[in-house]
């Protein structure tokens, strides 16, 4: 995969702003290697800072006398707000390009670090984590974007390859990095963690990062017509279908990070480190699945790859439920559904995204936006569900982690379906 990324080069490449007018204004085409790398980048904070916190959860708990279905709103307030706000990430990247957005919403996240490190009370703590919120939002928008202004085929490919990758792999290994850095400074110091992300984002997207958007093919700041895009995009059968099980794939991921520290640390008796050191074994379990898909994509076809993740998501779901039961609790009983379901994450997720963003021709912001809210905002409904319905955030995940897992093979299923379906007609 990278070596499909060095080799091809700006002119190697079919670039999609290659197919322009003759006479609109030019676009500056990024090498593919830094488009990867840059966009990776520009994920990171949304992942990271949702799982980075999850260590602190149990000790925010004690130290604030706060019940621990309510700490949890810290995570999925943050969800919501990452994912609705994607929705007008989606708007302003392709109204005013992916360089000014990239900027803009990293200042804010900036500022919501900033006051997650002065914060004194719950409240304010969820002040923070909804600017944080905001700010990441356009990570998931502007990466994916940037690469479908520019690219298309194996080389669009191989690029969400790397980024995604970034998406799925750094909330398994955040609590790690968080845990140890909790063995030596005060929880305070995981927002500090944040800011000097945010630092970065900033002057990555000001120094490295070109613009894609020409002017030329910019869309109108007019909210009738931003909503139009919207409505089209919801319109779009067969992109929702694939979107949504995107969405239950990594929300499910989300789901279990927010009740996954009550299990491990108050139910199991693990420490900050403990845990740290078993969620870091899922970096492994994705990488796995990554290698592996892009090895067998070329011996099978990604169609079959995909439906191999799919098959290890939905048994990994399962496997979680009922190997506790069956042999007794303990944290590998637990951990080898998620390991499972975490490997067919990295199977599955390179073909996923790119054949749902090819179902789609123009606003690929907006159709970023619309992916990535409902990846995140699967995970914020699974999180607040957790803070709402179950006072137990254990006994919640035990429900919500199999249900998700069926729900992701029910979409792909009726998606295969039906655009079986729908080629039938097509040659009919």
């Known amino acids: 995969m990278h070596d499909r990324l060095n080799d091809a080069s700006p002119a190697a490449v079919t670039p999609v702003t290659s197919r322009h007018a003759v006479g ?3 676009v500056a085409v990024m090498p593919p290697l830094r488009s990867a790398v840059i966009g990776a980048l520009l994920i990171t904070a949304g992942p990271l800072s949702m799982g980075v916190l999850t260590p602190a ?3 925010l708990a004690q ?3 706060i019940a621990p279905s309510h700490v949890t709103l810290l995570i999925s307030l943050y969800l919501g707000a990452f994912a609705i706000c994607q929705l007008l990430a989606g708007a302003v990247a392709d109204c005013i390009g992916r360089r000014r957005t990239a900027l803009v919403f990293a200042a804010i996240y900036v500022v919501g670090s900033l006051t997650g490190m002065a914060a004194e009370s719950l409240w304010l703590l969820i002040v923070a984590r909804l600017l944080q919120g905001v700010g990441v939002s356009s990570g998931l928008v502007v990466s994916r974007a940037m690469v479908r202004d520019q690219y298309s085929g194996d080389v669009a490919s191989s690029v969400f390859s790397v980024t995604n990758t970034f998406n799925a792999v750094l909330p398994l290994i955040a609590p790690f990095a968080a845990a140890l850095l909790l063995q030596v400074a005060p929880w305070r110091s995981v927002f ?9 984002m900033m002057i990555v997207s000001l120094l490295f990062l070109r ?9 109108p700041m007019q909210l009738r017509a931003r909503l139009d895009d919207y409505v089209a995009i919801l319109r779009h059968g067969a992109f929702l279908r694939l979107a949504m099980t995107i969405g239950l794939c990594i929300g499910g991921i989300y789901t279990m990070t927010a009740g996954l520290p ?3 640390m108050d139910r199991l008796g693990l420490g900050t480190l403990g845990f740290g050191l078993v969620t870091m074994s899922q970096t492994s379990c994705f990488v796995a699945g990554s290698l592996l898909a892009t090895r067998l994509s070329r011996r099978i076809g990604s169609a079959r790859v995909t439906s191999l993740g799919i098959a290890g998501i939905f048994c990994g779901g399962v496997l979680f439920v009922l190997l506790p039961v069956a042999t007794y609790p303990a944290p590998w009983s637990y951990m080898a559904g998620i390991w499972l379901w975490v490997m067919g994450n990295g199977l599955a997720m390179p073909g996923l995204v790119s054949e749902t963003l090819r179902r789609r021709s123009e606003a690929f912001g907006a159709a970023s936006a619309v992916l990535g809210f409902l990846q995140i905002g699967v995970g914020f409904v699974g999180s607040l569900t957790l803070a709402a319905v179950f006072a137990d955030p254990v006994a919640g995940i035990t429900v919500l982690v199999p249900l998700a897992a069926t729900l992701v093979l029910v979409m792909t299923l009726v998606d295969r379906r039906l655009s079986a379906r729908a080629d039938s007609a097509e040659r009919g």
């Open 262 to 264: 009550f299990l491990m």
């Open 63 to 65: 130290e604030l006398a």
């Open 24 to 26: 609109s204004d030019p």
């Open 57 to 59: 959860l149990p000790l």
């Open 211 to 219: 613009e894609s958007l020409p002017p030329s093919h910019r869309r």
């Open 192 to 200: 500090a963690m944040m800011t000097a992300l945010g630092v970065v």
